[in-house]
């Protein structure tokens, strides 16, 4: 005859991949960077106003409130079918180290397939050329299990790394010209 406790640790454990299975999804990263032959002064002069995405390809409009103070917000309206908008707020400005960071408060995941998205722009450089960091955490645009593909981990992570990507090279090459 099984014991109580022996049997409640059976059950247990029979359960176990079931349990493994539904956790839903990991947090992804992403990290992109370039180096721009240009002042750091002079790229963070283009990156530092929050309430100025002008420098984002993708981005027609820029609405601000709050300028570059913690908590600032800004709304984006895409370019493209729609008018699409992305909801942003400012988490963080260092203007010593060229450092801001910013979380997307709303977005429809068929503009941009992630939900809970934090990201981090960093300058590293000198006089003569700067070093620009963008990195994100995030989660897929699917927050439950078996999202549909255009909403799973490998189209969130490609969705941002190609934004990422190509405006990385849009700043480069328009910082670069002389």
Not at 24 to 45: F, Q
Not at 53 to 71: D, H, L, Q, R
Request: aromatic residues 6%; proline residues 6%.
């Amino acid at each position: 005859m099984l014991k109580f406790s022996s049997l409640l640790a059976a059950v247990s454990l029979a359960a176990l991949p079931g349990l493994v299975a539904a956790h839903g999804p990991s947090r992804l990263k992403v990290t992109e960077s370039i180096e721009i032959a240009a002042p750091v002064d002079k790229v963070w002069a283009r990156l530092s106003k929050f309430d100025d995405a002008s420098w984002i390809p993708a981005v027609a409009k820029t609405e601000g409130k709050g300028g570059n103070a913690i908590g600032a917000t800004r709304v984006l309206t895409l370019k493209g079918d729609g008018a699409p908008t992305v909801e942003e707020e400012l988490t963080r400005f260092d203007a010593d180290t060229k450092t801001l960071g910013y979380k997307i408060t709303k977005v429809d995941p068929k503009v941009l397939p992630v939900t809970n998205y934090a990201s981090t722009i960093k300058l590293s450089g000198d006089a003569g050329k700067t070093t620009v960091e963008w990195k994100a955490g995030f989660y897929r645009g699917y927050p439950n299990n078996d999202p549909p593909p255009e909403l799973n981990d490998d189209a969130s992570e490609a969705a941002v790394k190609a934004l990422y990507s190509a405006t990385l090279a849009d700043l480069k090459k328009s910082l670069e010209a002389k």
